[in-house]
Structures are given as C-alpha cells and as structure tokens.
Nanobody, 113 residues
Framework: VQLQACGGGLVQAGGSLRLSCTAS????????MGWYRQRPGKQREFVAT???????AYADSVLGRFTISRDGAKNTVYLQMNNLRPEDTAVYYC????????WGQGTQVTVSS
C-alpha cells in the first residue's frame, strides 16, 4: 500500500489547512486510516483515525478543531484543521492499517504566532 500525503504549508495562528492522503488501493480495504504527527523534539503521536465503518477518534489536543473524513471514490482521507495553533506545528503523516502499518511521506505544517 502506498500513501501520498499533501496539503501542508505555512499558516498563521487561527488559520486553516486541509491535508489529503491518497491510497494506492481502496481505503475501505483498510481496517483504519489516520493521521499522526511529529512535533519538533517529540515522538510521533496520534492525531485522528477513521475506521472502515466510519467511526472516528481524535486526540484530546485537536478535538473540536480537526475533522477527519474520506472520499472512497478518490481513495482519499482528509484532515481538516481549523483554528490552528503554534503547537500544531509538526510533520504530519498519513497511516493505514491492514495486517501491518503503512506510512506516507510526511507533510510539514507550520503555524506562526
């Protein structure tokens, strides 16, 4: 499984970005797809996931600000990020679980204060 992520960039605090992750196969064949991030000097951490049946989960730090969604016709999972904060600055990684973990290349999100 190959994952292609895009949509990162530089934004001011309070702004929005939408990340996209396109898979090389049907996203409905995955058990779970999601987003993780690695902030400077920190370990990679969970951000949000969406299951095959559409159930979602979020880290407490992004709940109410970020929304994960998907478009099966495009084999794409999105992460809409609103009200961004400087502490959201990180490299964001797309993840898919199907017997093992698959990772896309990271996309940098930088939030200036």
């Amino acid at each position: 499984v190959q994952l292609q992520a895009c949509g990162g960039g530089l934004v001011q605090a309070g702004g929005s970005l939408r990340l996209s992750c396109t898979a090389s196969r049907s996203i409905f064949s995955m058990n779970v797809m999601g987003w993780y991030r690695q902030r400077p000097g920190k370990q990679r951490e969970f951000v949000a996931t969406i299951s095959t049946i559409g159930g979602t989960a979020y880290a407490d730090s992004v709940l109410g600000r970020f929304t994960i969604s998907r478009d099966g016709a495009k084999n794409t999972v999105y992460l809409q990020m609103n009200n961004l904060r400087p502490e959201d600055t990180a490299v964001y990684y797309c993840n898919a679980e199907l017997y093992q973990n698959y990772w896309g290349q990271g996309t940098q999100v930088t939030v200036s204060s």
